[in-house]
DNA sequence: CCGTCGATCTCCT
DNA sequence: GGAGATCGACGGG
């Protein structure tokens, strides 16, 4: 019922936000549709520093402009030319660190969110996985820059999940990233069935 | 169950 | 011209 509000979204700790968004309830309400689901999976990016990020090295580009907004924005941006990626823009202004949610447990409006994807039945395919997620909820690159303390799409709180139920991994689809994609910025839900598929890469002996 | 492939936008070379 | 923070369809085992 509580919205998070920008003191939590500009926190300095990127990974730390990650974490804690884990069950925390990603609303959004499109055309007077209220949809919503259970945040079960995410990836922080550490920008600038990091290879992995669309920010690294403090790249700008009218894309990846809004990363570099103060906490409590999204970014939503075009993947593979059909998905439409979300992510919560986290820290200060100018410091482009941002978390991919990539998985969500389905709460209300699961009729819609079905609808919306051609689906008759439910199950994982729904909102495992980033570009399903965003498809379920109505998320479209329409609503990059769009304030989280909005009416369109905000973040709702919810208890923090434990550090032991917490499952950390390396993220998914960012081998060209070299040593950085071995960074275990990736958490999920310990043995939710909504987390994606995605496999990061294996862990190394360096 | 698994591997392959196409979709087709943004950015980089 | 090529690759990407992906997904679903399709064919083979």
Redesign the pocket.
């Known amino acids: 019922m509580v919205k998070l509000l920008p003191a939590f979204y500009e926190q300095k700790d990127v990974l730390k936000v990650a974490k804690q968004l884990l069950g925390k309830l990603l609303v959004t309400e499109i055309d007077g549709i209220r949809t919503s689901g259970r945040i079960t999976e995410t990836?922080a990016?550490e920008g600038s520093t990091d290879k992995?990020?669309?920010?690294w090295n403090n790249?700008?580009?009218?894309?990846?402009?809004i990363?570099y907004a103060s906490g409590g924005v999204a970014?939503v941006?075009?993947?593979?030319?059909?998905?439409h990626?979300f992510?919560v823009v986290t820290n200060a202004k100018d410091v482009p660190h941002?978390?991919?949610v990539?998985g969500l447990e389905p709460v209300e409006g699961i009729d819609h969110m079905l609808a919306r994807?051609?689906?008759k039945r439910l199950d994982t395919?729904?909102s495992?996985?980033?570009?399903?997620?965003?498809?379920a909820l109505g998320i479209t690159?329409q609503l990059t820059g769009e304030s989280l303390l909005g009416n369109k799409i905000w973040i709702e709180d919810a208890p923090l999940v434990k550090p032991s139920d917490i499952v950390a991994g390396t993220?998914?689809?960012?081998?060209?990233?070299g040593d950085h994609a071995y960074w275990p910025y990736r958490f999920s839900i310990r043995g939710n069935k909504w987390v994606?598929?995605?496999k990061g890469l294996a862990a190394t002996g360096y």
């Open positions: 990836e990016y992995a990020s669309h920010a790249r700008r580009t009218a894309r990846t402009e990363i970014y941006y075009l993947c593979y030319g059909i998905h990626l992510n941002a978390v991919l990539r994807c051609g689906k395919t729904l495992a996985g980033p570009g399903s997620l965003s498809k690159t993220r998914v689809g960012v081998a060209y990233a994606s598929k995605g």
